[in-house]
C-alpha cells in the first residue's frame, strides 16, 4: 500500500505526518524543534520508522518555515509555502470551508477560500501577541499547565479587559490587573478575548470571514481561544481533530496529488546520516551575506543565505 | 571642482553620473545600498522614518566619508514626508560634523526659480547651447534605454529554460550601457542589447502577469524590496512595474511644467475611489491598480515602507478596488528586514492563488468545475 510522508518545520515545532493512499492519516509525530531542525527531522524520522509499520513512501511533501532545509534532508517531491499547505489540508477535512483561522507557535494566518479556491490571505507581519508562544509564556507564568489554560478561561463569569494591541501592553496589563486581586480565571479569559481582538483587528483586516471557520494550528487546541473566536465572530468555530499537524497533512496530500513516478525519499535512513550546517561570511561585496552549507557526510548539498545566489549548489 | 554625490536609484545611478561630469562636476560614485549602509542609516535616522529615508542617509553618510562636498537630492510637494527629507538630511549630517552643501531640484512646476538657481550651482563649466542639446539628448536616450532593457527582462525572466540567464543579460545590457559615452554608442547597444535576449531559450506560455504600485523608491530600487521581482520571475510571473524612471521623470517634471496630462490620467482613473491628494504615490497606486485590471493582469502586489502615510492610505482602498475589478492583491510592507524567506512563503502563496484562480476561471468556462482539486499546481 502507497503512503504519503508531510513534514512541516516550525519555527517551534516540527511535524511528520504519514498519509494512506485515500488520503486518511495514519501516523502523526509532533516535536519541538528548539532551534534545531536538522535534529528534529532526523528524530522524527526515526521515530517513524520504530514503531514496528511498514512504510511504502510513494511522495514526499515539505512546508513550514524550514521547509527547504527538510527538502534536502528527508528529499522531498514538493515543497510549498505553509498557506497554501494549511488551506489544502483544511479543505480536505472541511470541503466547504471558508476560513481558515490558524495560530502556530511563532505566527498566525488567515485564509480565505471561496468555492474551493484559496482568494485571499494574510499572515502577522508586525507582532507575535497571540501566538503559542505567548499564551506558553503567560501560562507559565501563572503556573497553570498550557493544556488546562483554556478550562480556566471556560469557567470565567465575569472577564477582566486586558490590553490587547501589543504583547508587552498585554503582559503589563495582565500583571497590573493581577496584583489589584481579579480572579485568574477572569484574567485568563479577558486574555484570550484580548488576543482574538488583536488578531481579528490585524491578520483579519479587512477580511470577510464567512462560516465555515475552521481555527487550527496548536494554539486551536486552547478551548479558551476556540470559545472567543466563536463569541467574536457569532458562528460556530470547528477545530480538526489533527488541528496541530495539518501543515504536514497538507503538504502530503500535495505530495500525493503531484504523484511522481519515483519519489526523491532518501529513505527512513536519512535519520542516520550525518547532516551538518555551517556557514562563512562572503566578502564579495559589503553586503557580507552569511551563507549556510548543508553537508551530507561532509560533502556540500545545498546552500543558501546569499543575496546573489553565487555561491548556489549546481543542480538545486 | 565640485564633488557631488547622489542618492543610488539602480542604473540611473551611472546615467546621472555621466550627466554630472559633462556639466563639470567630479562624482563620487553612491554605492548599492548594503546592509551595513542601512545599519548606518538606522543609526542617525529617527526611529519612526521610513526605509528609504534610512537607506538614503546611509548613503549619503558613504558618499561623504568618500570625499564629497555636494550632495544633490530632488524635492517634493505635498504632505508626503519626502518632501522635507532633503531638509531633515541635511541637519542630521550637519550635527554629525560632515561638511558640505545640501542642492534640491524642486519639481518645475512649482517652483522654477528654485530649479534654474540649483542646476546653476552644478553647472560648472563653459557650455554652449549645442552642448547643452548634446548631453540632454544623450542623458535622456540613456535612461530609456535602461528602461527598455529592464522591461525586456521582466518579459523574459518567467519564459527562460535556463535559470538566471535572464539576470546575467540584463547585468550585462547594464554594464555596456554604463560604459557609453556617445548617443551612436546608445544606438548600437540597443541593437545588441535585443539581440542578446533574443538568444535567450525561452518556453512557449502564458504566464500569470502581476503589476507592482506603491512607493516610488522601493518599487525602483531592488537593493531596497529584497529583489522582488527577480523573486516574481523565478516563479513563472511576468511583472511589471508602475514607476520606470524614464516616465516618471517626464511626466513628474516636464509635462509637469506645460501642465499637461500625464501621471494625471492615472489619478483621474483612481479618483472615484480616491480623491483627496495625500502626497507620495497613494493616488498612482490606485489608479495603477486599475490599469492592470483593465489591461487582463491577474494580481497587484503593493510595496510600502513601514510608516509611509500615503501607501497605508492606499492600502486600505486597495482591497475593494481590487475585489470590484476582480484582480487579486497583496500588500508588501518593507522595513529594515533582510531576510527573505517571509517574503517568499507570502509570494509564493499569493502565485499559487492567482494560478488556482486562473485555473478555476477557465475551467467555469467550459462548465466543469470540480470542487477543491485545484489549488495551484
Redesign the interface.
Given at each position: 500500500m502507497a503512503h504519503y510522508l508531510g513534514i512541516d518545520v516550525g519555527s517551534v515545532s516540527t511535524n511528520l505526518v504519514i498519509l494512506d493512499e485515500q488520503g486518511e492519516l495514519e501516523e502523526a509525530i509532533y516535536i519541538r524543534t528548539q532551534g534545531q531542525p536538522i535534529k528534529a527531522i532526523q528524530e522524527g524520522l526515526k521515530l517513524l520508522s520504530q514503531n514496528g509499520k511498514k512504510w511504502d513512501i510513494k511522495g514526499v511533501g515539505t512546508t513550514g518555515s524550514g521547509r527547504q532545509l527538510a527538502a534536502v534532508i528527508a528529499g522531498a517531491d514538493v515543497v510549498k509555502n505553509e498557506i497554501t499547505a494549511h488551506a489544502v489540508a483544511a479543505m480536505k477535512e472541511v470541503p466547504d470551508v471558508r476560513t481558515v483561522l490558524e495560530i502556530g507557535g511563532q505566527d498566525s494566518k488567515i485564509i480565505i477560500l471561496r468555492d474551493g479556491i484559496v482568494t485571499d490571505f494574510a499572515m502577522n507581519t508586525v507582532c507575535a501577541a497571540g501566538t503559542g508562544s505567548f499564551l506558553d509564556q503567560q501560562a507559565h507564568r501563572l503556573g497553570i499547565p498550557i493544556e488546562e489554560f483554556g478550562y480556566y478561561a471556560l469557567r470565567s463569569k465575569n472577564p477582566v479587559r486586558i490590553a490587547g494591541r501589543c504583547a508587552v501592553f498585554a503582559e503589563s496589563d495582565m500583571i497590573h490587573k493581577q496584583q489589584l486581586g481579579y480572579k485568574v480565571e477572569d484574567i485568563i479569559r479577558g486574555l484570550c478575548q484580548a488576543l482574538v481582538r488583536n488578531y481579528l483587528n490585524n491578520v483579519g483586516k479587512g477580511k470577510e470571514i464567512l462560516p465555515r471557520v475552521v481555527f487550527q494550528g496548536g494554539v486551536a487546541a486552547n478551548v479558551g481561544m476556540k470559545a472567543a473566536f466563536e463569541e467574536a465572530l457569532g458562528t460556530e468555530v470547528y477545530v480538526p481533530k489533527h488541528h496541530k499537524v495539518m501543515g504536514a497533512i497538507g503538504a502530503a496530500l500535495l505530495a500525493k496529488e503531484a504523484n511522481v513516478e519515483k519519489t526523491k525519499f532518501r529513505g527512513f535512513d536519512a535519520s542516520e546520516i550525518e547532516f551538518t550546517a555551517d556557514s562563512f561570511e562572503c566578502k564579495g561585496c559589503s553586503n557580507h551575506c552569511e551563507v549556510v552549507n548543508i553537508r551530507m557526510e561532509g560533502k556540500v548539498i545545498a546552500r543558501w543565505g546569499d543575496r546573489c545566489n553565487r555561491w548556489k549548489v549546481i543542480g538545486d | 571642482m565640485r564633488r557631488v554625490s547622489y542618492p543610488y536609484l539602480g542604473n540611473a545611478t551611472v546615467t546621472f553620473k555621466k550627466l554630472m561630469n559633462a556639466l563639470g562636476n567630479e562624482v563620487v560614485l553612491p554605492?548599492?545600498p548594503?546592509?551595513?549602509?542601512l545599519s548606518l542609516g538606522t543609526k542617525y535616522a529617527p526611529e519612526f522614518a521610513c526605509l528609504p529615508f534610512k537607506i538614503v542617509l546611509g548613503t549619503y553618510i558613504e558618499a561623504l566619508e568618500a570625499g564629497a562636498d555636494t550632495l544633490v537630492s530632488t524635492g517634493g510637494v505635498g504632505p508626503c514626508r519626502a518632501g522635507l527629507y532633503t531638509t531633515l538630511h541635511e541637519k542630521i549630517l550637519k550635527s554629525l560634523g560632515y561638511e558640505f552643501e545640501m542642492i534640491t531640484l524642486e519639481p518645475p512646476g512649482r517652483h522654477l526659480k528654485e530649479l534654474i538657481a540649483s542646476i546653476k550651482k552644478l553647472v560648472n563649466r563653459k557650455l554652449s547651447f549645442s552642448d547643452y542639446c548634446r548631453i540632454g539628448r544623450f542623458v535622456w536616450k540613456e535612461i530609456q534605454l535602461l528602461d527598455k532593457v529592464e522591461k525586456l527582462s521582466h518579459k523574459i525572466r518567467p519564459l527562460e529554460v535556463k535559470k538566471?540567464e535572464t539576470t546575467k543579460t540584463f547585468r550585462k545590457c547594464a554594464e555596456l550601457i554604463a560604459q557609453a559615452q556617445t548617443y551612436e554608442d546608445l544606438l548600437e547597444i540597443e541593437r545588441e542589447a535585443e539581440l542578446l535576449y533574443d538568444k535567450i531559450d525561452k518556453k512557449d506560455f502564458d504566464p500569470l502577469k502581476i503589476g507592482i504600485v506603491g512607493e516610488i523608491y522601493v518599487v525602483i530600487e531592488p537593493a531596497a524590496n529584497l529583489?522582488i521581482e527577480e523573486m516574481l520571475g523565478d516563479l513563472g510571473v511576468y511583472v511589471e512595474r508602475s514607476m520606470f524612471l524614464a516616465s516618471y521623470t517626464f511626466y513628474n517634471a516636464i509635462m509637469d511644467l506645460f501642465r499637461m496630462p500625464g501621471e494625471r490620467d492615472v489619478k483621474k482613473i483612481a479618483s472615484p475611489y480616491f480623491k483627496e491628494m495625500c502626497g507620495g504615490h497613494g493616488r498612482e497606486s490606485v489608479g495603477n491598480a486599475i490599469l492592470y485590471a483593465k489591461r487582463g493582469f491577474d494580481g497587484v502586489i503593493q510595496l510600502s515602507p513601514f510608516t509611509c502615510i500615503p501607501e497605508i492610505v492606499a492600502k486600505?482602498i486597495l482591497?475593494k478596488v481590487c475585489a470590484e475589478h476582480d484582480i487579486g492583491?497583496l500588500s508588501i510592507?518593507l522595513d529594515e528586514q533582510?531576510g527573505?524567506?517571509?517574503l517568499?512563503?507570502?509570494i509564493?502563496?499569493?502565485v499559487?492563488?492567482l494560478a488556482?484562480?486562473k485555473k478555476?476561471k477557465a475551467m467555469h468556462k467550459k462548465g466543469d468545475?470540480t470542487?477543491?482539486?485545484?489549488?495551484?499546481?
Amino acid at each position: 500500500m502507497a503512503h504519503y510522508l508531510g513534514i512541516d518545520v516550525g519555527s517551534v515545532s516540527t511535524n511528520l505526518v504519514i498519509l494512506d493512499e485515500q488520503g486518511e492519516l495514519e501516523e502523526a509525530i509532533y516535536i519541538r524543534t528548539q532551534g534545531q531542525p536538522i535534529k528534529a527531522i532526523q528524530e522524527g524520522l526515526k521515530l517513524l520508522s520504530q514503531n514496528g509499520k511498514k512504510w511504502d513512501i510513494k511522495g514526499v511533501g515539505t512546508t513550514g518555515s524550514g521547509r527547504q532545509l527538510a527538502a534536502v534532508i528527508a528529499g522531498a517531491d514538493v515543497v510549498k509555502n505553509e498557506i497554501t499547505a494549511h488551506a489544502v489540508a483544511a479543505m480536505k477535512e472541511v470541503p466547504d470551508v471558508r476560513t481558515v483561522l490558524e495560530i502556530g507557535g511563532q505566527d498566525s494566518k488567515i485564509i480565505i477560500l471561496r468555492d474551493g479556491i484559496v482568494t485571499d490571505f494574510a499572515m502577522n507581519t508586525v507582532c507575535a501577541a497571540g501566538t503559542g508562544s505567548f499564551l506558553d509564556q503567560q501560562a507559565h507564568r501563572l503556573g497553570i499547565p498550557i493544556e488546562e489554560f483554556g478550562y480556566y478561561a471556560l469557567r470565567s463569569k465575569n472577564p477582566v479587559r486586558i490590553a490587547g494591541r501589543c504583547a508587552v501592553f498585554a503582559e503589563s496589563d495582565m500583571i497590573h490587573k493581577q496584583q489589584l486581586g481579579y480572579k485568574v480565571e477572569d484574567i485568563i479569559r479577558g486574555l484570550c478575548q484580548a488576543l482574538v481582538r488583536n488578531y481579528l483587528n490585524n491578520v483579519g483586516k479587512g477580511k470577510e470571514i464567512l462560516p465555515r471557520v475552521v481555527f487550527q494550528g496548536g494554539v486551536a487546541a486552547n478551548v479558551g481561544m476556540k470559545a472567543a473566536f466563536e463569541e467574536a465572530l457569532g458562528t460556530e468555530v470547528y477545530v480538526p481533530k489533527h488541528h496541530k499537524v495539518m501543515g504536514a497533512i497538507g503538504a502530503a496530500l500535495l505530495a500525493k496529488e503531484a504523484n511522481v513516478e519515483k519519489t526523491k525519499f532518501r529513505g527512513f535512513d536519512a535519520s542516520e546520516i550525518e547532516f551538518t550546517a555551517d556557514s562563512f561570511e562572503c566578502k564579495g561585496c559589503s553586503n557580507h551575506c552569511e551563507v549556510v552549507n548543508i553537508r551530507m557526510e561532509g560533502k556540500v548539498i545545498a546552500r543558501w543565505g546569499d543575496r546573489c545566489n553565487r555561491w548556489k549548489v549546481i543542480g538545486d | 571642482m565640485r564633488r557631488v554625490s547622489y542618492p543610488y536609484l539602480g542604473n540611473a545611478t551611472v546615467t546621472f553620473k555621466k550627466l554630472m561630469n559633462a556639466l563639470g562636476n567630479e562624482v563620487v560614485l553612491p554605492r548599492r545600498p548594503t546592509e551595513e549602509t542601512l545599519s548606518l542609516g538606522t543609526k542617525y535616522a529617527p526611529e519612526f522614518a521610513c526605509l528609504p529615508f534610512k537607506i538614503v542617509l546611509g548613503t549619503y553618510i558613504e558618499a561623504l566619508e568618500a570625499g564629497a562636498d555636494t550632495l544633490v537630492s530632488t524635492g517634493g510637494v505635498g504632505p508626503c514626508r519626502a518632501g522635507l527629507y532633503t531638509t531633515l538630511h541635511e541637519k542630521i549630517l550637519k550635527s554629525l560634523g560632515y561638511e558640505f552643501e545640501m542642492i534640491t531640484l524642486e519639481p518645475p512646476g512649482r517652483h522654477l526659480k528654485e530649479l534654474i538657481a540649483s542646476i546653476k550651482k552644478l553647472v560648472n563649466r563653459k557650455l554652449s547651447f549645442s552642448d547643452y542639446c548634446r548631453i540632454g539628448r544623450f542623458v535622456w536616450k540613456e535612461i530609456q534605454l535602461l528602461d527598455k532593457v529592464e522591461k525586456l527582462s521582466h518579459k523574459i525572466r518567467p519564459l527562460e529554460v535556463k535559470k538566471g540567464e535572464t539576470t546575467k543579460t540584463f547585468r550585462k545590457c547594464a554594464e555596456l550601457i554604463a560604459q557609453a559615452q556617445t548617443y551612436e554608442d546608445l544606438l548600437e547597444i540597443e541593437r545588441e542589447a535585443e539581440l542578446l535576449y533574443d538568444k535567450i531559450d525561452k518556453k512557449d506560455f502564458d504566464p500569470l502577469k502581476i503589476g507592482i504600485v506603491g512607493e516610488i523608491y522601493v518599487v525602483i530600487e531592488p537593493a531596497a524590496n529584497l529583489e522582488i521581482e527577480e523573486m516574481l520571475g523565478d516563479l513563472g510571473v511576468y511583472v511589471e512595474r508602475s514607476m520606470f524612471l524614464a516616465s516618471y521623470t517626464f511626466y513628474n517634471a516636464i509635462m509637469d511644467l506645460f501642465r499637461m496630462p500625464g501621471e494625471r490620467d492615472v489619478k483621474k482613473i483612481a479618483s472615484p475611489y480616491f480623491k483627496e491628494m495625500c502626497g507620495g504615490h497613494g493616488r498612482e497606486s490606485v489608479g495603477n491598480a486599475i490599469l492592470y485590471a483593465k489591461r487582463g493582469f491577474d494580481g497587484v502586489i503593493q510595496l510600502s515602507p513601514f510608516t509611509c502615510i500615503p501607501e497605508i492610505v492606499a492600502k486600505s482602498i486597495l482591497p475593494k478596488v481590487c475585489a470590484e475589478h476582480d484582480i487579486g492583491f497583496l500588500s508588501i510592507t518593507l522595513d529594515e528586514q533582510t531576510g527573505k524567506e517571509g517574503l517568499r512563503t507570502r509570494i509564493e502563496a499569493f502565485v499559487d492563488l492567482l494560478a488556482a484562480k486562473k485555473k478555476y476561471k477557465a475551467m467555469h468556462k467550459k462548465g466543469d468545475v470540480t470542487y477543491g482539486t485545484l489549488l495551484g499546481h
